[in-house]
């Protein structure tokens, strides 16, 4: 048994070890729909389909939203990300992993045999009553072959700023920054932290209706649509963005949206814009946190450095965070001197929370070794922790924190020492803030300020 749940049935079926398999309907994208059809219609056939569908329906009914397999000569071990951590299934051998591979490159349209080149492969499901687009992957790596899933819901169902996580106060400084004028906002995560999704959110939840919104981007870069942003790309070899730029600025658009700042004449034309003409710009990058944010912008324009600093109104950074299982997670009285070191005031937190996290097997056992039943929380399914929230950081920039910006260009820590102590709330204060809430845990603030 692999990761299939045996059929309950008293028949034949349990003997033999046959898998349950769920009705996952596999929609392959790319190929017409009829071959299709009869893509399916073969695969069904396959020794290998059983464990192909449930790998794929399981991983949806953890949540997990990334598959990962690599194959080795030993074997191959599957992984399912769940909030951000990758969690391993048990080791399948290579008979039983191939077979499943060969079922999932046929049923996309893909060549079975090909175990080195990359391979991308799509498919729409609608599973448990949602919409899903699952994107496949294939590719030789020096031991083996990689193969990663990529599981998402057609339909976004983050929506606003409070859905993310964001707190009042934070939401109405964004929205200011966002709704400005004559200057720059920046939005920013580190990799895998949810930038596109606040991203998208950040924008749609902007006010476009009084002032109209431009997008200017590689055609190759594509983004989702946002809600009242026209957008314009650029081909290469058939136009500049420059080109494109000039054409845009003629219908004087009130908002610049650039998804990258894509080169020093562009960085030259929206600053003219928003000095010449009061426009205002909202601009993305991945950083650390909201000072590398900035500084990687000025560092990588050195040109147009002090211009853009002069126009930068804010920076935002995000982290994601796992949100405590709210059907198992436990309250504890935190003591006086713990209160202080997180920099709460005494008497307002009466209680923080913890997960339940059970033991691991082997250890569910009494004094004598004999095993003991212990209750998992069928919510979380003993992870502790159900879904995820972000901890924003968001830097206003006003002229004090330019001038210093400016100062500790080249000494980052030293700027994030004086941005602190300027009272700026960074990923701690609100983790902690988020921990006061019952959202998170202490634990999981640490695990995320630390990177893991
Ligand atoms: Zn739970």
């Known amino acids: 048994m692999i990761f299939g749940k045996k059929k309950k049935s008293a028949d034949k079926k349990e003997s033999s070890g046959e ?78 992993a191939d077979a499943l591979l060969v079922v999932w490159k046929k049923v996309l349209g893909l060549n079975p045999v090909e175990r080195k080149a990359r391979q991308d492969g799509k498919f729409a499901t609608n599973f448990r009553d949602i919409d899903w687009v699952i994107s496949f992957m294939s590719t030789g790596v020096p031991t083996g072959e990689r193969v990663l899933f990529t599981i998402e819901r057609k339909k976004p169902v983050l929506k606003t700023l409070t859905d993310l996580g964001m707190r009042d106060a934070v939401q109405v400084t964004l929205k200011g920054m966002l709704n400005g004028d004559k200057g720059m906002v920046v939005i920013s995560a580190p990799p895998t932290h949810g930038l596109p999704t606040t991203w998208r959110v950040g924008l749609d939840n902007a006010d476009k209706f009084v002032r109209d919104w431009v997008l200017i981007e590689n055609k190759k870069n594509q983004e989702p649509d946002i809600i009242n942003v026209t957008e314009f790309y650029y081909e290469d070899g058939v136009e500049t ?20 700042l894509i080169s020093p004449q562009i960085v030259e034309a929206v600053l003219g814009q928003i000095h010449k003409e009061n426009k205002h710009s909202v601009t993305r990058i991945v950083a650390n946190d909201a000072v590398d944010a900035v500084i990687q912008i000025l560092k990588q324009n050195p ?31 935190p003591t006086p001197q713990l209160l202080q070191k997180l920099g709460l005031p005494a008497g307002r937190v009466p209680k923080l929370y913890k997960p339940t996290i059970p033991p691991p097997p082997e250890q569910r056992v009494d004094a004598k070794g004999n095993p003991i039943e ?79």
Not at 30 to 46: D, F, N, P, S, Y
Not at 56 to 74: G, M, P
Not at 304 to 311: I, P, S
Not at 384 to 401: N, P, S, T
Request: aromatic letters at 6%.
């Open 374 to 452: 212990i209750e998992i929380c069928k919510r979380c399914n003993g992870r502790g922790y159900f879904g995820r929230m972000a901890l924003f950081e968001l830097l206003v920039i006003d002229d004090k924190i330019r001038k210093a910006i400016g100062q500790f260009l080249e000494s980052p820590d030293e700027l994030r020492k004086f941005i602190k102590q300027s009272g700026h709330s960074g990923f701690f204060e609100e983790g902690v803030l988020a921990c006061a809430l019952g959202q998170t845990s202490l634990e999981e603030v640490q695990r995320v300020m630390q990177g893991k």
């Open 303 to 333: 040109k147009h450095a002090k211009a853009l600093l002069g126009v930068m109104q804010g920076a935002l950074n995000q982290r994601l965070i796992r949100r405590l299982c709210e059907s198992c997670k436990q309250a504890y009285q």
């Open 19 to 96: 898998i349950e398999v769920p009705n996952l309907e596999i929609k392959a994208m790319g190929v017409g729909k009829e071959e299709a059809v009869g893509l399916l219609i073969a695969c069904r056939q396959l020794p290998g389909y059983p464990l192909a569908v449930v790998l794929v329906a399981n991983a949806i009914n953890t949540r997990a939203d990334r598959i990962l397999i690599d194959f080795s000569a030993q074997g191959a071990v599957a992984r399912y990300r769940v909030d951000g951590i990758w969690e391993s299934l048990p080791a399948m051998d290579r008979p039983t």
């Open 241 to 260: 963005a420059e080109q494109v730029f000039d054409k845009v600025r003629l219908k004087q658009p009130d908002v610049y949206v650039l998804p990258s």
